[in-house]
């Protein structure tokens, strides 16, 4: 069999591996790819996954960059099944049409964008609600250690990956020839002591892992000091009479934000006139599919909820759904907690509240979830002193806080500590979902402390497998070198802004309205500039 690296392959977003049999051909997980515009550019090209050709998809979980491409993918001809465990199932039909609403909106604001600028165009999203509703009868589901046969010689099971609610472990049993050999997927492996999951399951055999390695280079604080540390950034910015913004994604991370806002409050320190807002209709919902589907959480919430306590719920717990009830918070004077989504601060309602926060001394933002390279909220947290939000610089003035001991992702010792209860030790290591530096060092540790081969394939790679735990490149990666050519693009410039300095008296001849519209243009294309320069 062969398997191409479609995503996360030297990178953690866009996971999608697609498997070829003398029987079938299919793909674990269907994920978006998220970053910088070169890594997005990806997700509109898909005929390289040659949609109609996929017999069925298995998706490890909920998360965009596992499912967020269904749409595209279904819209561009796929009609198979899709499989995932209930709660993915849930999951997924709000994820992709909560995604395909930000598409929508992205678009219709570059649209009009280009109409003032006198460039009339019409672009299409990436998909549409429609696409996105388009996934839902297509999702059949399972619930784990539930033996299923999705293609002809293929057996599939999925295993509690304690990440998010219903996400999974894949153990995949593929004939050929005569010969079985079992694949293992890990997804995302969830961080032990979460407080909501149960701990990852273990296993003890594969011939081919492919596993995720995301904090492959750190461990993370434990959940006492991470409690502290949320409690320290509330004290700080309560005494100062401003708002704590805590950008979390909708599913997972904000239940457990509520959970940990829930102990912080028995242990009262939590100011009980501290208003806590929920501000992302998506998160709502999410929190009310976690109550579905009780017993996928892990033992003491089940107990919680058995007598009658609600860790997901506070006294002073705000829902914001409407868009008015968002802005209201912008217009409340004093302190108050803001969950917002989405988590790495490149789309949805949080961008608002940056914009109104961002540049307050006293003012928190405290990040509790990994930030992928190329995003506003990797940019803040690696210390940039003003980020653009809605095409305005904004300086950081607040305090940044990253708590990572809240994270849904195993560190460095869990991933090892997981990997070794793998018996076989020709089992061969891939190494995906991880930025380069992670997945070397986690790597060379695997290698040292577990003597497995590690391989760490490229964006686009295809190997061959064979049973016997051999397997053979037949096609290289494409080495996507993006080819810029800045002497062209600095000339391209250089002329422009001599044309523009020719025209200056004809500006001052035009009315008002109109020499406004041409300062904006210019401001904004200085400010861009600008924003290169101090980001070097
Ligand atoms: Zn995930
Ligand atoms: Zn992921």
């Given at each position: 069999m062969k398997i191409k690296f479609l995503g996360a392959a030297r990178a953690v977003t866009g996971s999608c591996f697609i498997i070829e049999t003398d029987k079938a051909r299919f793909a674990v997980d269907c994920g978006m790819h998220q970053g910088s515009d070169e890594i997005e550019k990806r997700n509109w090209d898909v005929d390289i996954y040659e949609p109609e050709r996929i017999d069925f998809i298995l998706i490890t979980h909920a998360h965009i960059d596992h499912s967020g491409l269904l749409p595209r993918i279904v819209k561009h001809g796929f009609r198979g099944p899709v499989y995932a465990t209930e709660p993915t199932g849930d999951l997924i039909k709000i994820l992709l049409l909560d995604s395909a609403h930000i598409q929508e909106v992205e678009t219709n604001w570059k649209m009009r964008k280009m109409q003032r600028w006198g460039k009339p165009a019409s672009i299409e999203p990436l998909y549409s609600t429609k696409d996105a509703e388009a996934v839902g009868p297509l999702?059949?589901?399972?619930?784990?250690?539930?033996?299923?046969?999705?293609?002809?010689?293929?057996?599939?099971?999925?295993?509690?990956?304690?990440?998010?609610?219903?996400?999974?472990?894949?153990?995949?049993?593929?004939?050929?020839?005569?010969?079985?050999?079992?694949?293992?997927?890990?997804?995302?492996?969830?961080?032990?002591?979460?407080?909501?999951?149960?701990?990852?399951?273990?296993?003890?055999?594969?011939?081919?892992?492919?596993?995720?390695?995301?904090?492959?280079?750190?461990?993370?604080?434990?959940?006492?000091?991470?409690?502290?540390?949320?409690?320290?950034?509330?004290?700080?910015?309560?005494?100062?009479?401003?708002?704590?913004?805590?950008?979390?994604?909708?599913?997972?991370?904000?239940?457990?934000?509520?959970?940990?806002?829930?102990?912080?409050?028995?242990?009262?320190?939590?100011?009980?006139?501290?208003?806590?807002?929920?501000?992302?209709?998506?998160?709502?919902?999410?929190?009310?599919?976690?109550?579905?589907?009780?017993?996928?959480?892990?033992?003491?919430?089940?107990?919680?909820?058995?007598?009658?306590?609600?860790?997901?719920?506070?006294?002073?717990?705000?829902?914001?759904?409407?868009?008015?009830?968002?802005?209201?918070?912008?217009?409340?004077?004093?302190?108050?907690?803001?969950?917002?989504?989405?988590?790495?601060?490149?789309?949805?309602?949080?961008?608002?509240?940056?914009?109104?926060?961002?540049?307050?001394?006293?003012?928190?933002?405290?990040?509790?979830?990994?930030?992928?390279?190329?995003?506003?909220?990797?940019?803040?947290?690696?210390?940039?002193?003003?980020?653009?939000?809605?095409?305005?610089?904004?300086?950081?003035?607040?305090?940044?806080?990253?708590?990572?001991?809240?994270?849904?992702?195993?560190?460095?010792?869990?991933?090892?500590?997981?990997?070794?209860?793998?018996?076989?030790?020709?089992?061969?290591?891939f190494l995906v979902h991880g930025e380069v530096s992670a997945q070397d060092q986690l790597a060379s540790l695997i290698r040292q402390k577990l003597g497995f081969d590690v391989t760490i394939p490229e964006y686009l790679e295809e190997i061959r497998l064979k049973a016997g735990a051999q397997f053979e490149e037949v096609k290289p990666a494409k080495v996507e070198e993006p080819k810029i050519d800045f002497d062209l693009l600095l000339g391209d410039l250089a002329s422009n802004i001599s044309h523009i300095q020719n025209l200056k008296k004809k500006f001052k001849s035009l009315p008002l309205s109109k020499q406004m519209e041409i300062r904006d243009v210019l401001q904004e294309a200085d400010n861009s500039i600008d924003e290169i320069k101090t980001n070097l």
């Amino acid at each position: 069999m062969k398997i191409k690296f479609l995503g996360a392959a030297r990178a953690v977003t866009g996971s999608c591996f697609i498997i070829e049999t003398d029987k079938a051909r299919f793909a674990v997980d269907c994920g978006m790819h998220q970053g910088s515009d070169e890594i997005e550019k990806r997700n509109w090209d898909v005929d390289i996954y040659e949609p109609e050709r996929i017999d069925f998809i298995l998706i490890t979980h909920a998360h965009i960059d596992h499912s967020g491409l269904l749409p595209r993918i279904v819209k561009h001809g796929f009609r198979g099944p899709v499989y995932a465990t209930e709660p993915t199932g849930d999951l997924i039909k709000i994820l992709l049409l909560d995604s395909a609403h930000i598409q929508e909106v992205e678009t219709n604001w570059k649209m009009r964008k280009m109409q003032r600028w006198g460039k009339p165009a019409s672009i299409e999203p990436l998909y549409s609600t429609k696409d996105a509703e388009a996934v839902g009868p297509l999702i059949k589901t399972k619930t784990y250690n539930e033996i299923f046969s999705p293609g002809n010689g293929i057996k599939a099971n999925f295993q509690d990956a304690g990440h998010i609610l219903g996400a999974a472990i894949l153990e995949l049993f593929i004939e050929e020839n005569g010969t079985s050999t079992k694949l293992v997927f890990s997804g995302d492996i969830g961080r032990r002591h979460q407080l909501l999951m149960k701990d990852p399951v273990t296993l003890s055999a594969a011939d081919f892992i492919f596993m995720e390695s995301t904090y492959g280079d750190r461990n993370h604080k434990g959940e006492a000091d991470s409690l502290n540390e949320m409690a320290e950034a509330i004290k700080y910015s309560y005494s100062r009479g401003e708002k704590v913004v805590i950008p979390a994604f909708a599913v997972e991370r904000t239940q457990e934000m509520l959970y940990s806002l829930y102990l912080l409050s028995r242990d009262g320190r939590l100011p009980k006139d501290m208003p806590v807002f929920l501000d992302s209709p998506l998160a709502i919902k999410a929190t009310e599919i976690f109550r579905r589907y009780r017993s996928y959480l892990d033992g003491e919430t089940q107990s919680l909820l058995k007598n009658g306590e609600d860790p997901l719920d506070l006294p002073q717990l705000q829902f914001s759904s409407t868009t008015e009830q968002s802005m209201q918070i912008n217009d409340m004077k004093g302190s108050a907690i803001v969950i917002s989504a989405s988590g790495m601060a490149n789309a949805g309602r949080i961008k608002h509240h940056l914009r109104h926060n961002l540049w307050r001394p006293g003012a928190s933002i405290v990040f509790v979830g990994f930030q992928a390279q190329g995003t506003p909220g990797r940019n803040i947290v690696d210390g940039a002193k003003k980020i653009r939000v809605f095409n305005e610089d904004i300086a950081i003035k607040a305090k940044v806080w990253t708590i990572s001991g809240f994270s849904a992702h195993a560190g460095q010792d869990q991933l090892l500590d997981w990997l070794g209860h793998f018996q076989n030790k020709k089992m061969e290591v891939f190494l995906v979902h991880g930025e380069v530096s992670a997945q070397d060092q986690l790597a060379s540790l695997i290698r040292q402390k577990l003597g497995f081969d590690v391989t760490i394939p490229e964006y686009l790679e295809e190997i061959r497998l064979k049973a016997g735990a051999q397997f053979e490149e037949v096609k290289p990666a494409k080495v996507e070198e993006p080819k810029i050519d800045f002497d062209l693009l600095l000339g391209d410039l250089a002329s422009n802004i001599s044309h523009i300095q020719n025209l200056k008296k004809k500006f001052k001849s035009l009315p008002l309205s109109k020499q406004m519209e041409i300062r904006d243009v210019l401001q904004e294309a200085d400010n861009s500039i600008d924003e290169i320069k101090t980001n070097l």
